[in-house]
């Protein structure tokens, strides 16, 4: 039974670029959410998405956008990378949106230079 | 706001020492709580949670939790500890069921042979 998966493992970029994160849940599970972790810190809620649509939403500005795919996968997108982007990011999957725990990949490092 | 609050953000014991990480949290509203550990380079795996019934909570790896509602706490706890407790330990409130959980700081758990 497969994890969550989340691609790339790590990621280098460059101050003012754009970046696309992805993310696979787990077997059975409808919705994803996405969190930032700075280093030090703890996970910081970014989005949530079901059935295609972003439901919930953290004080992340527009800059930090989405999509989910028919088949439950879905992505992270941001635009014009600050250096403070610089974190672990990572997706959690659970089902139906907020009827079970969260269950987390093993995030996408990301270095913004 | 709501928060949670970890107290300690690293602690040590012997190996086979008590295990004791504290967490409270902002609102006199029970909350869903829970613990998740997280091992170098990887995402963060569920201890246990509460959501409602009985206050003591047994998780995996020996680890459980008590729910104080007069104390808004949710310590964690492990009779003995063993060297591959070694990790960071993240305690989360969130309000709704699973949805937009909110994460604490985190303790980092050294454990001395």
């Known amino acids: 039974d497969a994890g969550v998966t989340q691609s790339p493992t790590h990621l280098i970029k460059t101050r003012g670029q754009q970046v696309t994160l992805r993310c696979s849940p787990k077997?059975?599970?409808?919705?994803v959410s996405w969190y930032q972790q700075a280093l030090g810190q703890g996970p910081q809620f970014i989005f949530q998405?079901?059935?295609?649509?972003?439901?919930q939403r953290g004080n992340f500005p527009d800059r930090f956008s989405g999509h989910q795919f028919p088949n439950y996968s879905s992505e992270l997108n941001v635009n014009a990378l600050l250096l403070g982007d610089s974190a672990l990011y990572l997706c959690?999957?659970?089902?139906?949106?907020?009827?079970?725990?969260?269950?987390f990949g093993n995030g996408t490092r990301l270095t913004v230079t | 706001a709501q928060s949670v609050t970890q107290l300690g953000s690293h602690v040590s014991v012997s190996e086979g020492a008590l295990v004791l990480l504290r967490c409270n949290y902002s609102s006199s509203v029970p909350p869903y709580l829970f613990w998740y550990v997280q091992y170098p380079n990887q995402g963060l795996q569920l201890l246990l949670k509460y959501t409602t019934g009985a206050t003591l909570v047994k998780g995996i790896n020996g680890f459980e939790a008590e729910f104080k509602k007069s104390e808004t706490s949710f310590h964690l706890t492990k009779p003995s500890a063993h060297m591959s407790d070694a990790a960071e330990y993240f305690c989360?409130?969130?309000?709704?069921?699973?949805?937009?959980?909110?994460f604490g700081t985190g303790t980092k758990l050294q454990v001395i042979p």
């Open positions: 998405y079901y059935e295609e649509e972003e439901r």
């Open positions: 959690a999957s659970s089902l139906g949106q907020g009827r079970s725990p969260l269950h």
């Open positions: 989360a409130v969130s309000w709704g069921g699973y949805q937009k959980v909110t």
């Open positions: 077997s059975g599970h409808d919705t």
